[in-house]
Nanobody, 116 residues
Framework: QVQLVESGGGLVQAGGSLRLSCTTS????????MGWYRQAPGKQRELVAT???????NYADSVKGRFSISRDGAQNTVYLQMGSLKPEDTAVYYC??????????WGQGTQVTVSS
């Protein structure tokens, strides 16, 4: 069974930093793509950042220059380093592991709250 477990969320002041971690039960390079998404109250889930098994990275325009996605294959962990946080970054952040459109797995989510 594929499992993804996020950690690292919390409450931080605007301008601060947090690092999220996502540890999987599978070898991370077995996924076609791994990524971070977020969902704010009353809004749809949106892409934050993705990284392919080949190392290609994509960021949402709203986080470019502030967030960084990385991975550690030895730990089967993907990270999201978040800096210069803004109140509008407040959301539940989800890790995803994508094999195909019919095989996408999600973590349980971790809350990030940025106070002004």
């Amino acid at each position: 069974q594929v499992q993804l477990v996020e950690s690292g969320g919390g409450l931080v002041q605007a301008g601060g930093s947090l690092r999220l971690s996502c540890t999987t039960s599978q070898i991370i390079f077995s996924f076609n793509t791994m990524g971070w998404y977020r969902q704010a109250p009353g809004k749809q889930r949106e892409l934050v950042a993705t990284i392919t098994n080949g190392g290609s990275i994509n960021y949402a325009d709203s986080v470019k220059g502030r967030f960084s996605i990385s991975r550690d294959g030895a730990q089967n962990t993907v990270y999201l380093q978040m800096g210069s946080l803004k109140p509008e970054d407040t959301a539940v952040y989800y890790c995803s592991g994508y094999y195909s459109s019919s095989r996408t797995y999600w973590g349980q989510g971790t809350q990030v709250t940025v106070s002004s």
